[in-house]
T-cell receptor
Framework: DAGVIQSPRHEVTEMGQEVTLRCKPISGHNSLFWYRQTMMRGLELLIYFNNNVPIDDSGMPEDRFSAKMPNASFSTLKIQPSEPRDSAVYFC??????????????FGDGTRLSIL | AQKVTQAQTEISVVEKEDVTLDCVYE???????LFWYKQPPSGELVFLIRRNSFDEQNEISGRYSWNFQKSTSSFNFTITASQVVDSAVYFC????????????FGGGTRLMVKP
């Protein structure tokens, strides 16, 4: 079975450029999560979608960050304009939520983002 | 609020030693799940186990075992006869209560197994 697929695996770009990260969740999963991981701050949840609807975006750092989920099989995380402090590994994860039964989240391989 | 504490930030052992990674949690929920994830040097996050608070029996999977004690709010992870391939960062996690399927992660424990 295909796992969570993220692209690109690595992205190096200059400050001020727009960055778009992509995620394809596991088929049949109805919950999708975007995380950011840095040495300083550890693993941070940025945004959580359920049935393609954003449920909690309290972790999104600022207005430069936006996320969309136009359908059940695709999500994007966009940073515009990017800054060096956005450099991190960004993970997408998906799971199946039925209410009360916390199924495990399954993670993609991550996108290593470097902003110069 | 939900909280997960992994007090050991880094552990170093020699191959074949047994090692236990501690996880202590706080929750207001009466029933809940707990999770462990592994992050090897290659960077991906791998799901290891999910346990329900109803079930306090120890779980064993090969060299891995988990000890869940509700009375002390702990969910510890033991690796028996550690191997170099066990070197990774290990995360313990707890759902955020009535908030969908979001998780609260501990800070992680970096395990280094030396040959």
């Amino acid at each position: 079975d295909a796992g969570v697929i993220q692209s690109p695996r690595h992205e190096v770009t200059e400050m001020g450029q727009e960055v778009t990260l992509r995620c394809k969740p596991i088929s049949g999963h109805n919950s999708l999560f975007w995380y950011r991981q840095t040495m300083m701050r550890g693993l941070e949840l940025l945004i959580y979608f359920n049935n393609n609807v954003p449920i909690d975006d309290s972790g999104m750092p600022e207005d430069r960050f936006s996320a969309k989920m136009p359908n059940a099989s695709f999500s994007t995380l966009k940073i515009q304009p990017s800054e060096p402090r956005d450099s991190a590994v960004y993970f997408c994860a998906s799971s199946f939520w039925t209410g009360g039964d916390n199924q495990p989240q399954h993670f993609g391989d991550g996108t290593r983002l470097s902003i110069l | 609020a939900q909280k997960v504490t992994q007090a050991q930030t880094e552990i170093s052992v020699v191959e074949k030693e047994d090692v236990t990674l501690d996880c202590v949690y706080e929750t207001r929920d009466t029933t809940y799940y707990l999770f462990w994830y592994k992050q090897p040097p290659s960077g991906e996050l791998v799901f290891l186990i999910r346990r329900n608070s109803f079930d306090e029996q120890n779980e064993i999977s090969g060299r891995y075992s988990w000890n869940f004690q509700k009375s002390t709010s702990s969910f510890n992870f033991t690796i028996t006869a550690s191997q170099v391939v066990d070197s990774a960062v290990y995360f313990c996690a707890l759902p955020r209560g009535n908030a969908g399927n979001m998780l609260t992660f501990g800070g992680g424990t970096r395990l280094m197994v030396k040959p």
